[in-house]
């Protein structure tokens, strides 16, 4: 595969042509953002929306909105931070992807995070954790940044779709932004915590993650 990107911009018109996910023959288009972060934030989420297929731009849904309410609280824009997907292109009825598409996709991100080199990776929902941490669970994960073999960190949160459905998970998206803007005005420095224990962060997650640092 090609690594010599000048751009993201020619990352993605070039995987959008060299991918094997079968949800390109049916989705209107890819969906990526082309702006490196000057943050250096980078979230991402599951799999693109209607309105994410028809615009080609990720999280401009009802959930990119709230997603630009919970930046607006601790001082950011879209402009500041960069959004991504486990897939680049929307399930039909927005099901969640499969593992074949997310498998399809997987290298496609990987170029992205090569290409950006992230301050901080935040996760939105189980799809995009158990990514990069096959074994985790978003319900006792979220809010807390752990070390990762990347050494890039990662911070899981709830998707913001979730809140939509469930008022009380805008509560807590709320109080985890607070604490992600923490993490990163302490110089994103990780304290011991229980994600570093091989018991959580198993042998195969730290293998999975291989095709990140060797493309």
């Known amino acids: 595969m090609k690594s010599d990107f000048s751009s993201l911009k020619e990352l993605h018109e070039y995987y959008a042509i060299n991918n094997s996910c079968k949800l390109r023959t049916i989705a209107t288009q ?20 209607r309105n994410e297929d028809l615009q080609g731009k990720p999280f401009v849904g009802s959930a990119g909105k709230f997603l630009n309410e919970l930046l607006d609280t601790i001082g950011y824009t879209r402009e500041d931070v960069y959004v991504s997907n486990t897939v680049k292109y ?3 009825e927005n099901r969640e992807p499969t593992d074949e598409e997310k498998d399809s996709c997987r290298v496609w991100l990987n170029a992205e ?5 992230p301050k901080v990776i935040v996760t ?7 990514r990069f ?19 890039i960190p990662i911070f899981p949160m709830y998707h913001p ?6 008022p009380n998970l805008r509560v807590t998206l709320k109080e985890d932004i607070k604490k992600l ?6 110089g994103g420095k990780l304290q011991e915590n229980k994600f570093q224990d091989d018991s ?4 195969k997650a730290k293998e999975d993650i291989k095709d990140i640092l060797e493309m």
């Open 30 to 49: 890819p969906v990526y953002e082309i702006v490196p972060p000057s943050s250096g934030i980078v979230f991402i989420g599951e799999a693109p929306g």
């Open 90 to 92: 929307r399930p039909p």
């Open 113 to 117: 995070l090569l290409f950006i080199k």
């Open 124 to 130: 939105l929902g189980r799809h995009a954790l158990v």
């Open 133 to 151: 941490v096959p074994k985790a669970n978003v319900t006792t994960a979220h809010g807390t940044p752990f070390e990762h073999p990347s050494n």
């Open 161 to 166: 779709a979730a809140a939509l459905y469930n």
């Open 181 to 186: 803007k923490d993490f990163l005005d302490n």
């Open 200 to 203: 959580n962060f198993s042998k």
